[in-house]
Nanobody, 118 residues
Framework: VQLVESGGGLVQPGGSLRLSCAASGFAFSTYAMSWYRQVPGKERELVAAINSAGGSTNYADSVKGRFTISRDNAKNTVSLQMNNLKPEDTAVYFC????????????WGQGTQVTVSS
């Protein structure tokens, strides 16, 4: 099983980034997918989630209207489009997969750093 994130980097405030997560080794279309983020000394927090079919999404209040999560079940990928980035969005972003039939079947990616700074 692998979840491989890409697309992180350094961006100025107000800029955009698109994170991608490539999944392999499991039945992607039967997993809800999420993006979490974590800064040093703080708990990992949910940023955005999308159900297995892609028809339902939810977002943290702090990113509503700026971030969009999407998935392509044919390509086994999930993406996070991040617009109007703010310094407080700086964090390591993790891809997360949760099997729809059991909360104990879950996977994490290794994380990708996003830094928003001028």
């Amino acid at each position: 099983v692998q979840l491989v994130e890409s697309g992180g980097g350094l961006v100025q405030p107000g800029g955009s980034l698109r994170l991608s997560c490539a999944a392999s080794g499991f039945a992607f279309s039967t997993y809800a997918m999420s993006w979490y983020r974590q800064v040093p000394g703080k708990e990992r927090e949910l940023v955005a989630a999308i159900n297995s079919a892609g028809g339902s999404t939810n977002y943290a209040d702090s990113v509503k209207g700026r971030f969009t999560i999407s998935r392509d079940n044919a390509k086994n990928t999930v993406s996070l489009q991040m617009n109007n980035l703010k310094p407080e969005d700086t964090a390591v972003y993790f891809c997360h997969a949760l099997w729809v039939y059991s909360d104990s079947e879950l996977y994490w990616g290794q994380g990708t750093q996003v830094t928003v700074s001028s």
